[in-house]
């Protein structure tokens, strides 16, 4: 913490810090905490290395009782209560992608107050590539942001949306060169640390009263229907066909 400004790293940057529970846990800790500390005023939420994040980490999902991969958990007990707690918590808070932010971290972004993309940063929701719904608050954060047509788009296509594209979607707020991103999301921080805390909590929660009244609700709907996802054929096929780097052949099963 420095002046203020509460930075939360998503620190796995050999695995190009894809989400663990473990990671989960961690940063929705560092959230409560920064949301009590008096003297924080805003909250920054990075990556380390190259990547803001690379999604989940398939490698060490859990398995459950019949052998099978379960996101369920996780998602409900891990994940989708920090994307819930950063729209609740009473600060401004403020993602700062210094490279690519995918799949549920791509979600993490969306959900921020304000997002501030290096140039060289992407935002990809590849979920359909390997079977998979959408998860991490995107089915609303997504659309909010972009709006009906480029939300299906993004979602429907899995393709990367370069740092550009997202400013002009309206996905970010600002796109900076590389070697400028930790100045300029440092004067952000700054200046909203020095605004009133009452009065930058009071406009989050009269935005989020409309905007995100429906999130809890579409944040368990996801998770239910992602373990569903993962109990498929087409999931199985999907991620065999991403390590193989084939395209994948679903059948609907």
């Known amino acids: 913490m420095a002046s203020r400004v509460a930075t939360i790293v998503l620190n796995r940057p050999e695995a190009l810090n894809a989400w663990t529970r473990q990671l989960g846990d961690d940063m929705l800790a ?19 290395g190259r990547a803001f994040s690379s999604g989940a980490d398939l490698k060490s999902g859990e398995v459950g009782p019949d052998g099978r991969l379960t996101v ?10 920090l994307i819930a707690r950063v729209r609740a918590v009473p600060k401004p808070v403020i993602a700062k992608v210094n490279g690519p932010a995918v799949g549920i971290g791509c ?35 997504l659309p909010l942001r972009g709006g009906h047509a480029r939300a299906f788009e993004m979602a429907y296509l899995g ?24 100045g300029v999301v440092a004067e952000l921080a700054s200046r909203l640390a020095a605004a009133a805390p009452g009065a930058l909590a009071t406009i989050k929660r009269t935005i989020n009263a409309r905007l995100y009244a429906g999130l809890d609700e579409v ?6 229907l992602q373990q569903e996802r993962v109990e498929s054929a087409d999931f199985i096929e999907g991620v065999q066909a991403f390590m193989e780097r084939r395209e994948p052949r679903f059948t609907g099963d």
Not at 72 to 81: D, K, T, V, W
Not at 120 to 132: D, P, R, T
Not at 219 to 224: G, K, Q, S, T
Request: charged share 20%; aromatic share 6%.
């Open 159 to 182: 393709e990367r949306i370069p740092a550009a594209k997202a400013l002009e979607w309206g996905l970010v707020n600002r796109v900076v060169a590389d070697d400028q991103l930790d």
């Open 219 to 224: 944040l368990d709907l996801e998770a239910v």
């Open 72 to 81: 369920l958990g996780p998602l409900r007990e891990s994940f989708n209560p």
């Open 30 to 48: 560092a959230l409560e905490q920064a949301a009590v500390e008096p003297d924080v005023r805003a909250v920054v939420f990075t990556g380390a």
């Open 107 to 141: 979600s993490l972004a969306l959900a921020a107050d304000l997002v501030v993309a290096a140039e060289s940063a992407y935002f990809l929701l590849a979920f359909v590539n390997i079977g998979l719904g959408l998860d991490g608050g995107a089915s609303l954060t």
